[in-house]
């Protein structure tokens, strides 16, 4: 006999009210952890809740200067967007290198930012884009940048009770996203970088977020390279510099797609491909 | 021999071989109607499962199943201490309490359903006492190291005697203390998952009237399957019948642990009178199956400063893992051990070493793919430090018709390579590029191409009996009905069998069908393997099917009121030679055959003519032919990063005869990916004897991301010994493209590569080791 | 708990465990084998499926998820006994060989022509990245999706009236 029930919410507040009654309910949006979880043992039986129907849970849009992204959004949607692929490149970039086209379909960005893994893919370019995540609970609703709702592997400041609504984050054309992987499709990041900035008519830096994954616990904002940037016009010096603190921000080990030593000599590379595809984008 | 092909295609005269037509089990496949095991159900079927050991080495010191055995749902659990016979063939375990590897069981469960099967399984309660173990052939060759194989007349500590194999040829010692120059290197390779789509699965459904246990599963061979179950249930072949499942892909390796799985759901099935599916996950199909040998290869090499090779010798010792039963590779290793060329003197020695790690054993290529990397990287770096451009080293060593081999085996038959390499080297301009790669000024992204050439022996050769039974027959309705010992594994062998027939009896394919594989319906042929089907396996339905054709001509003359000779079958009817009226339908022919009486099926033996080699000697005519073959490869190399894009691979391929060329083609363009993993992706993973890459969420084959455009030269040659002139291409289509990337790295690069795979984090942790000896150097190194 | 689908264009319905995937769902209760589970974590595409209109695999989507959705597996491409136009293809350029990835090509392939009928072969090579094959090296297979969707490009025939 199953240990496990099921129930489908058709709202926020119907799920927050079944969260509620059931803390430790398992929130289901497009499946595609929950079901190795449960194949491999380690999902705690239980409610297993599916939140993939409420509507306004899903989407890309944006209004009043933010793009809101809900939480069961598909990556596969994500990596379509028109919009993205302007106004945050570094994100729509991340869905087209994330899995494959057909578990695209099913992953939700929800899902890969409450999963939580050191390697996730949309991780670093929200981090690098200023996301933040937005969380309901009877409470009300709270906003976490990004990098302090990531607390490390599989872990974050998500609340029992609370329900990850969404991301949202200011447009930023000049953004771009670089993965090394272990092949070209369907892999698990050996290391990624996002770089999303603002320059001025001079070619000044005059906001910059970077961002790694895989490179640390969790997805790691660059303070020491962004700082490196900041209000600087990009020379060989510049940039030398700040591929430098890159060293300095970053916590690479070994692991099984990648030694510490090959994390160290390449982290500066893909930062700096991303920083030239991201500086020299036109909008 | 011309290239097969577009526009200046051979024509070797033949109507239904020689030619694309399409398989014959593509409409089963394509509509998900084909059957493999684990689709399979029977009223009454239990599930059944199997307890890996959670250590590389241990001894179990209590099991008590008495909590699982009550558990609702659950109708069996036999522990090693409850069957009669613990040890299988080659070593294997069936069960066992002294577990050498992370792939061996202690106990098996068969409950209703999948809930029961989990909860018997974790009920068992099993207490270890951890061994130490030994994961490499260094620890397991050092002084003092845990045995495997405690007492074992076969083993010299960790050595398996019985895997020795050698070549002698000339005197070494002697060339060596003559020779200009003398060469020593050391390269190796990891272990290679086969990575087949299907799990292993198998279903056992016994008659207890009869006493006959029928299995049903996706076996490479079903005969050998078959005397596992056999084995393990101590009851007769006969009474024991293994049919073969659509075979999910094998590449070798759905054999041990095929076997053991059927044997395992057998004795479950005759402990619950029901019958039984096991299924095995993709982890524990990765743990416990076998995979391509680790190989360590020593050689010195004596050459003069002309360039002539004067002398080659080669240790081979191989991880073998903690059970083996793959001796006969060794022979073929020590032929092919020198590659394609000619060396006076030759000295080879090949073993192999237990450990406690995960088992090897056949894959793709046999031992080739490993040899081929070192053999021609070993050339490769012989001609760079005598200053030489390593194609002229390389040709004026090679193999040349009526030249002698390495094994000393005189090569009467025609060898195309020439042919090929000059053909492959213009499609490619594979002498320009590769010099202005070598020269080009340094950056981040590199190109280089490289080549690999090789030859294989088609079939089993001296290694064992080459011998197979096929048979035909007709029916009454004019279908014919064909039956092999020789199975599909996927590679299209039904395909070709029923072109090879259609040729023989001159009748359309499309009134042809293929049975079995049944254990029960035709003798053991052996196992389907050594790219031996259409070369060898072949002969046998080819045999069968003209005694067969004789018997028809009878019958069509004795309606014709002619002589037999009078009378010939041409595509699908018979006719009175020289009446052109007088013809008569197949069909006709075969209806009034029936009825008055005549044979009507003909089952055929076929075993080749005895090859005249001394395994003792190390030496003599090894193979009835060879295959010849050479692969150009072309990379990217971004030195920042280290990936190596694969842009493209070039193959030429003496086919002999072509059978089928899009089968072929098929099968080429599989080898190439698969001899690229072996080269630039697939690494396994393992911790303590576990594997870590235990699945395909780690475990990197290539994708259709990674597919490199791949151009196929199609070339035939006239060696008769194989089945209208077949020649091996299953094996050969994957040998030599590790071989000619890592070339082709080598003159992006500089780098000499001694270790594969190398994934991008080897080869970063390389070129940062080049870039701190001094990036000059690099420079220095390429030719 | 109970499932409604529509399966291959029938309604069905189907006693399931809330934790059982699709794949489980499909094979062991609705006893439709042609979708395989070669992985079990949503790497190796064997198991792929249409589900309302998108390629998924089935494997890492829990069945109870699919209440009242429409799932087209192989079983439901051929009519009466007639082959689908894509199926007829990957026969023809010898796109199969152990044939135990095949179906979840084909469901791939048909996915995307329905949404992209004019796909190129590096969209085709891209959209079928998430289904691995070992024997075919995938040109074949590439082969025959181009071919099926340049003939899907072609003009129709005009229709009688």
Known sequence: MSEFTFCSVFSIDEALMKLAQEPGACVVAGGTDVTLRIREGRQRPGLLLDISRIAELQGIREERGYIHIGATTTLAAIASSELLAAKAPALYEAANRFADPNTRNRATIGGNIVNASPGADTPPPLCALGAEVLLRSPKGTRCLPVWEYLLGPNRTALLPGELVLGVRFKPCPHSAFIKIGLRKAMAISVETAAVALEKDENGVITACGIAFGALGPKALRAWNTEKALLNKRPSNAVLAAAVAAVGTDIQPRDGLRGTKEYRYSTAGVIFERAFLAAYHSSI | MPQFGDGNKTDKGFAYINRSVPRVDARDKVTGRAKYAADLEFPGMLLGGALFSPYAHAQVVRINADKARALPGVRAVLTFEDIKKEKSWGYYTYLSGRLRYRGDVTAIVAAEDWHALQAGLNAIEVEYQELPAVFTVEEALAEGAPLVHENDPECEGNIWSHSRYKVRKGDVDEAFAHCDRIIEREYRTE??????????????????????????????????????????????????????????????????????????????????????????????????????????????????????????????????????????????????????????????????????????????????????????????????????????????????????????????????????????????????????????????????????????????????????????????????????????????????????????????????????????????????????????????????????????????????????????????????????????????????????????????????????????????????????GCVIAEVEVDTATGEVDVKKVTCGHDLGTVINDKIVEGQIYGGVLMGQGFAVMEKLVMQNGAIRTNNFDTYMIATSMDLPDIDVVLFESSDEAGTYGAKSVGEPATEGVAAAIISAIKNATGLHIRSIPVTKVELKALLNRQNAEGGSAAAAARE | MLLHIILNGKPITAEIEPEQTLLSVLRNDLKHTGAKQGCGVGECGACTVVLDGRAIKSCTVLAAQCEGSEVLTIEGLAKNNELHPLQRAFIDHGAIQCGYCTAGFIMTALALLQRKPNATRGEIQAAISGNLCRCTGYVQIIDAIEAYAAALGEPPAKEGL
Request: with cysteine; net charge negative.
């Open chain 2, 191 to 628: 272990p290679v998952e086969h990575a087949y789509m299907e799990p292993e699965a198998a279903v056992a459904v016994p008659d207890s009237t009869s006493g006959l246990m029928t299995v049903y599963a996706g076996a490479v061979n079903p005969y050998f399957t078959r005397r596992w179950v056999a084995d393990v249930l101590d009851i007769p072949r006969a009474k024991t019948r293994v049919i073969q499942q659509t075979v999910g892909g094998s590449f070798g390796g759905k054999e041990e642990l095929m076997g053991l799985t059927a044997a395992r759901a057998a004795l479950l099935a005759q402990a619950t009178d029901r019958p039984v599916k096991m299924l095995v996950s993709r982890e524990q199909s990765i743990a416990a199956s076998t995979k391509r040998h680790p190989f360590t290869m020593k050689y010195k090499l004596g050459v003069n400063n002309d360039g002539r090779l004067q002398a080659f010798q080669v240790e081979v010792i191989e991880n073998v893992g903690a059970f083996h039963m793959h001796e006969f590779m060794n022979f073929r290793a020590s032929v092919h051990a020198a590659g394609v060329y000619e060396i006076p003197n030759v000295k080879v020695d090949v073993y192999g070493v237990f450990t406690n790690t995960v088992t090897a054993g056949a894959m793709r290529g046999y031992s080739s793919p490993q040899l081929i990397f070192g053999s021609e990287q070993l050339y490769e770096e012989t001609a760079a430090e005598l200053g030489m451009d390593y194609m002229d080293f390389k040709r004026l060593n090679m193999l040349k018709p009526g030249g002698v081999n390495a094994c000393g085996q005189a090569m009467d038959s025609e060898i195309i390579l020439p042919e090929i390499l000059d053909t492959l080297f213009e499609k490619t301009g594979f002498e320009t590029k590769r010099k202005q790669y070598a020269a080009q000024p340094a950056g981040l992204i590199r190109k280089g191409i490289g080549m690999a050439m090789f030859y294989r022996g088609c079939g089993l050769g001296a290694e064992s009996p080459d011998a197979s039974a096929g048979f035909v027959c007709v029916h009454d309705d004019g279908s014919v009905m064909i039956n092999s010992g020789i199975v599909e594994n996927g590679q299209g062998m039904k395909t070709s069998f029923t072109q090879i027939v259609a040729e023989t009896l001159s009748v359309s394919p499309d009134i042809i069908h293929f049975i079995g594989a049944d254990t029960h319906t035709i003798p053991d042929s052996g196992i389907t393997a050594a790219s031996r089907s259409t070369v060898m396996g072949a002969q046998s339905v080819k045999l069968a099917a003209e005694e067969l054709k004789a018997y028809l001509l009878e019958t069509a003359a004795m309606m014709f009121h002619a002589k037999p000779e009078q009378v010939e079958l041409k595509e699908g009817l018979f006719h009175l030679i020289g009446v052109p009226d007088a013809v008569i339908p197949f069909q006709v022919v075969c209806n009034v055959h029936h009825w008055t009486g005549q044979q009507a099926g003909v089952m055929r033996w076929y075993k080749p003519p005895a090859l005249d080699y001394s395994m003792e000697q190390g030496g003599g005519k090894a193979f009835p032919t060879y295959a010849y």
